[in-house]
DNA sequence: TTCGTCACTGCAAACGTGTGCAAGATATCC
DNA sequence: GGATATCTTGCACACGTTTGCAGTGACGAA
C-alpha cells in the first residue's frame, strides 16, 4: 500500500538500513546519498511509520490528555498549557474525552495505554484515588490536574479561591450568601464548600445547609439550583456559584424570576473562563491560573518521563477578579 | 520492561501464537486453556501493544479528528456526533487542535497520517482547497466539515442559514440591518454573507458595504465589528453576527456604549451554541445541526473506509431560533 | 607492497503481534 | 485395527523501523 523504507532502498540501489540513517540525518551517511536519499523520498510520497518506529524504540513521543469534555470553557487554556510545553519538548498530544463519565475515563486510559503513549494527563478526572492503585500497574507516569488526590497532581487552591469570593460577598455586607454546588463527590467542589463555611465561621455565620442549591457544574444545573435557592424564604441576597457555567445558569433563573444582577441577587463565578468578562453583567469571578495549570502539569509529567524525582502536588493561587455582577448589600 | 505475549507464552509453557489466539478468543483454542490464558494475563498486568498489532494488521482502528481549537463551543457537539458513530464502529478518535494556524493544521494532519490513524476528519479546515491536492497522496479517506471546498464534505447551508436570518429581521421591519463578518477568506463567511446579501436585494434593499463590520469570529472581534458599526450614522437598528461568539462581543459593545438588546439594536446570532439560550437576553439565532453534522462526517468516513462510493457533499439545513433578542422596529 | 586508517554502507536481529499452514493428538467410523 | 475426521497447538514468517557490528573500498604512510 503505502511506500515503505524498503521502497526507496530498492529504487535508490541501497540498504534499507542506509535509507533509514539518511532520513534520519546520521553523520556517517555520506551527504551526497542523503540528498539522493531525501529528495526520493518526496517524489516516492514517503511518510514514515510512527508505529513500525515506535515498536523499535519503545517510545510514540506522544502523550496522552484526557478531558471530561470538548465543550468545557474552562479546559482550553489548560490544554494549550499542555500542548505549548509538549511540542517545544518534542511530543505530541492527543486528546480523548471522556463526557464525566468514569467508566468511559477508565477505558480512554487503557486505549492510551495500549498505543503506548509515553505519558498521560488527565484533567478534573472522575476517578482520581483510582489512580493511586492503578500507578504502579500502568508503568508510565500519569499526573493530574485539578485533583488533589493523586500523588502527582497540580491544582488551585480550591479552598483558598472560596473564601476569597465568600470573603468579598461578606466585604460588601452580605450575610445570607447560597452556594450552588455541583456533584459533591467532586473533591474540587467540597474545597470550595469549605472556604465558603470557614469564611462564614470567621465572620461567625452559621452555616444553614438550605443555602446550599444542587447543580452539575454546568449552565442547566445552575439554573435548578438558583430556583432551588429562590424558594427559600428569604432567599439569599448573593450566591458564590461552584463555576461560571453554573453562575450563567443561576443569571438565567433569576432573570426569568424577574430578578436582576446584581440589583437583586449578586453573584460570583469560578474559573473565569473566557465568556465571564463578555456577560451580562460581567461576572465577578475567582481566576484560576488555566494556561499554568497545563504548563505545570506537562512540566511534571516530563520530570517524570526524565526519570526525575518531581515535586508532587503543585498547588496554585487563584486570584479574585472584580467585575459588575455584586453590589453592597446596602448601597 | 511491561508484559508481552511470549512472557504469558513462557508462563503458560505454550506458544507465542497460542497465547494470541486465545487472548482474541479465536474458535480453534480449547475453552480450557482460554481460560487459563486470560488469567494469567490479567495476572501479570498485560496489557496489548497496540503499535505492534497494528504493524501486522496494517489497521489501527483509530480515526484522527482536527480541530481548530478545544475552546470553540460550536465544535462540542459535533465532536459528539463523530465519537458517538466512531465507537459504535469499533473505532477510537483522537483529537489534537491547531489553533486555527494552516500551518499547525497541516502538520497535525501528518502527524496523524503518521500514526497510520485508518480515517480523518476535519472541523473548519483553514486549508480547505490544499486537500484536493493531498487527497491523492495521503492515501487513506479523509472528510471534512463545516467546508464545501474538498470533495468529501458535510457542512450546513450557510447561504440558506444567512437568509434564514436577514429574511426574519427584515420581516421585522428592519432595513438597515449590519453583518459582522469573521476572516473574509472562510468560505462560512462569503456564504452567509450572500444570504444576507440575497435577503435585502430581494425587498430592493441596496448592499452598503459600510454595514458589515469585521470579526474574527471570537467575542473580541465581535465586539470591535460591532464598535465599528455604531460609529456609523445612524447605526443599523439590527445586526446579524458571523456566529454566536462574535454576538457575545457585540452584546457586549452595545452594553458598554449603553445601548441595550434588544430595545435598541436587535441581535440574531449562528450555530446556537449552548450558551445561547442562557445569554441576557436569550439570543436569536440559527441553529446548526452540530450533532447531525459529526454523525455524517463519521458516516460518510466509514462508508470510504469500506471501499463504498459515498455521496460527496452532504448540505443539512440549518433552522432559526426565535429568542428575546430580536424585536420589531416599531413596536 | 603491506598495513592501518578512515569514510561509508550492509547484515542481521530485534521490537510485539497476527496468521496460513502443517503437525500432533484424540475421537469416530467402518 | 487402520483410516479418517476433528480438535488443538506450534512453526515460521511478516509488518516497517532502528541499530550494533562487521564489512568494503580507497587512500596515505611505512
Given at each position: 500500500?503505502?511506500?515503505s ?24 551517511i ?16 514517503y ?6 518506529r515506535?515498536?523499535v524504540?519503545r517510545?510514540t ?12 470553557p ?17 511530543y ?16 480512554i ?28 500497574q ?24 472560596g473564601r ?13 450568601i ?25 465572620r ?5 445547609p438550605a443555602l446550599?442549591g ?49 440589583d437583586d ?21 475567582v ?21 526525575e524525582?518531581?515535586?508532587?502536588k ?15 448589600l446596602?448601597?
Amino acid at each position: 500500500m503505502s511506500v515503505s523504507i524498503k521502497d526507496i532502498a530498492k529504487a535508490a540501489g541501497v540498504s534499507p538500513s542506509t535509507v533509514s540513517r539518511a532520513l534520519r540525518d546520521h553523520p556517517r551517511i555520506s551527504q551526497q546519498t542523503k540528498e539522493y536519499i531525501c529528495r526520493l523520498a518526496v517524489e516516492m510520497g514517503y511518510t514514515p511509520s510512527a508505529v513500525a518506529r515506535s515498536l523499535v524504540t519503545r517510545r510514540t513521543m506522544t502523550i496522552g490528555l484526557v478531558l471530561p469534555s470538548v465543550s468545557d470553557p474552562f479546559l482550553s487554556q489548560v490544554v494549550l498549557g499542555v500542548e505549548e510545553v509538549a511540542l517545544d519538548n518534542g511530543y505530541r498530544v492527543f486528546l480523548c474525552s471522556f463526557y464525566n463519565d468514569p467508566v468511559q475515563e477508565r477505558s480512554i486510559v487503557e486505549a492510551f495505554l495500549e498505543h503506548r503513549v509515553d505519558g498521560i494527563v488527565v484533567t478534573s478526572s472522575r476517578l482520581d484515588t483510582a489512580y493511586t492503585a492503578l500507578q504502579e500497574q500502568l508503568g508510565i507516569p500519569i499526573v493530574l490536574t485539578n485533583c488533589r488526590e493523586y500523588a502527582y497532581s497540580v491544582s488551585t487552591d480550591n479552598l483558598h479561591g472560596g473564601r476569597l469570593a465568600v470573603d468579598y460577598l461578606l466585604q460588601l455586607g452580605h450575610t445570607r450568601i447560597g452556594y450552588i454546588a455541583t456533584d459533591p463527590q467532586k473533591q474540587a467542589n467540597r474545597s470550595r464548600l469549605a472556604g465558603y463555611r470557614q469564611a462564614l465561621q470567621e465572620r461567625g455565620i452559621a452555616f444553614d445547609p438550605a443555602l446550599v442549591g444542587v447543580g452539575d457544574g454546568r449552565a442547566e444545573g445552575g439554573k435548578r439550583g438558583m430556583q432551588q435557592l429562590l424558594a427559600l424564604n428569604p432567599p439569599p441576597t448573593a450566591v458564590f456559584c461552584y463555576n461560571d457555567m453554573t453562575a450563567i445558569g443561576a443569571a438565567a433563573a433569576l432573570r426569568e424570576a424577574g430578578l436582576r444582577v446584581p440589583d437583586d441577587v449578586s453573584l460570583v463565578g469560578f474559573d473565569d473562563i473566557d465568556w465571564a468578562a463578555y456577560s451580562n453583567p460581567p461576572l465577578t469571578t475567582v481566576r484560576q491560573p488555566r494556561r499554568e495549570l497545563g504548563r505545570r502539569a506537562m512540566q511534571m509529567l516530563l520530570e517524570l518521563l526524565a526519570g526525575e524525582e518531581s515535586p508532587t502536588k503543585v498547588v496554585l493561587q487563584g486570584e479574585l477578579v472584580v467585575r459588575a455582577s455584586c453590589r453592597p448589600l446596602w448601597g
